[in-house]
């Protein structure tokens, strides 16, 4: 795939997987250990648990942008659980599929996990075959007709996804602080190739001046006058991606919104960092998840408008919040749906294995990371425990008028119609 800056293959690549690793080995015995539940007069007497069981062979496919992280990581949660796995890389990412191929077998248990290389036709083939479960990460278009597969079989399916991920900036915020973490989310996680990576910011009309300068301030301390001589901006992954997000900036509806960067070079597969001010929201840069170095900033009268700009698009995988006032922060949270949700920084959440990574709507279904992996690739069967004594006869023929009270009043706890009907009094 195309290069990555410096600092990105250690830390978000391998330093995130050998952390799950960690976890899953710190606390896989607790989390397979079954949870008491209590039980009620209606199966007295009787003890309850909950009793976690692996679903089965699960198959998994990857994404590019990430490829060993997003390999590795739902791995590490389906072994914890007790299944076995098919893993996909992404074809789109061809060294590390080869390496994961080569790899795998070296040091894994093959009767556990098996690679399998290729592209679409092996994809197709893979879908065909009966799962127990299918874990899939990338675009929601091929995410349907990854669960439209599953469907076929009732395989219960993970979706992760992506979306346009907004950033919500009010007056209140530090400005140097927030221009540094909204670039560190943006062009410092693979040059914006990331599903929780901000694709566009919303702030008040009077307060953009002053968040666009800091912006570009921080761009250039970061990344230098001349982007393309810069060793921590990734390039664009391939030819398709780099043409895709050239039409985006080429659409007519935004040749003219350009307010920073949008230098390119194709040869190298290297865009600049890029401004965009007020672009319209028919653009295709606001109706399609950009995935790339390019951000729009929508202008706004009123804070209270964010949340309406961003209802009316579907559903993020991550919402960002830059703001002082815990009133607006409370408001936000309370009327914003998405995956994840970050209050004064950008994509960290990601690296919080106590917290569930996942979409809602079109940014996908289900979660996974810590424990919450285990979970998806967990079945909790529900086991209740009986002996041979407390056997009441009323659960048995013939159904007389006085059984079938007693019978409703176990069901709906109702105690003092229960001991009316237990000495013959109506209630």
């Given amino acids: ?144 007709i990854v669960m439209a597969a599953a469907a076929k079989h009732l395989t219960p399916v993970t979706l992760e996804l992506g979306g346009k991920c907004p950033v919500i900036v009010d007056p209140t915020v530090d400005l140097e602080v927030t221009a540094r973490r909204i670039i560190a989310g943006k062009w410092g996680c693979n040059n914006g190739q990331a599903c929780i990576s901000p694709d566009y910011i919303i702030t008040l009309e009077s307060f953009a001046p002053k968040l666009i300068d800091a912006l570009k301030v921080t761009l250039e301390k970061f990344f230098g006058k001349d982007p393309f001589q810069s060793a921590d901006l990734s390039r664009i992954v391939n030819f398709s991606h780099f043409a895709r997000l050239t039409r985006l900036l080429d659409d007519p509806k935004v040749s003219d919104k350009v307010i920073y960067g949008g230098q390119r070079d194709e040869k190298r597969l290297i865009i600049a960092p890029t401004l965009l001010l007020d672009a319209p929201m028919d653009s295709l840069i606001m109706t399609e998840e950009i995935f790339g170095p390019l951000l729009p900033i929508i202008t706004v009268q009123k804070m209270e408008e964010a949340l309406e700009v ?36 950008t994509a960290i959440h990601l690296a919080n294995h106590h917290l569930p990574f996942g979409g809602v709507g079109e940014s996908g279904m289900g979660a996974y990371h810590g424990k919450f992996s285990f979970e998806t690739f967990s079945h909790k069967k529900a086991v209740l425990y009986r002996g041979f004594m407390g056997d009441l006869m009323v659960r048995y023929p013939p159904y007389t008028t006085r059984k079938q009270k007693i019978v409703r009043c176990l069901l709906t706890g109702d105690f003092l119609g229960l001991v009316y009907a237990l000495i013959g009094w109506n209630s």
């Fill in 310 to 345: 961003v209802s009316s698009l579907p559903k993020p995988l991550a919402a960002y919040l830059f703001t002082k006032d815990k009133k607006f922060e409370r408001q936000v949270v309370a009327s914003i749906s998405a995956g994840g949700m970050v209050v004064n920084d």
């Fill in 1 to 144: 795939m195309g290069g990555r800056e410096r600092g990105e293959e250690g830390n978000c690549r391998i330093s995130l997987a050998k952390a799950s690793c960690q976890v899953a080995i710190k606390e896989l015995k607790s989390w397979m250990t079954p949870q008491k539940v209590s039980t009620n007069i209606t199966v007295f007497p009787s003890s309850a648990e909950i009793v976690p069981e692996p679903l089965g062979a699960a198959l998994i496919i990857s994404a590019w942008n990430y490829p060993f992280l997003l390999s590795m990581d739902p791995v590490i949660g389906a072994i914890a659980a007790g299944n076995v796995v098919v893993l996909k890389p992404s074809e789109v990412a061809p060294a590390t599929s080869s390496l994961l191929a080569r790899l795998i077998p070296q040091y894994l248990d093959n009767s556990a996990i098996r690679v399998v290389e290729g592209s679409v036709a092996e994809t197709t083939s893979l879908l065909e075959q009966k799962w127990d479960k299918i874990f899939y990460t990338g675009s929601g278009k091929i995410g349907r």
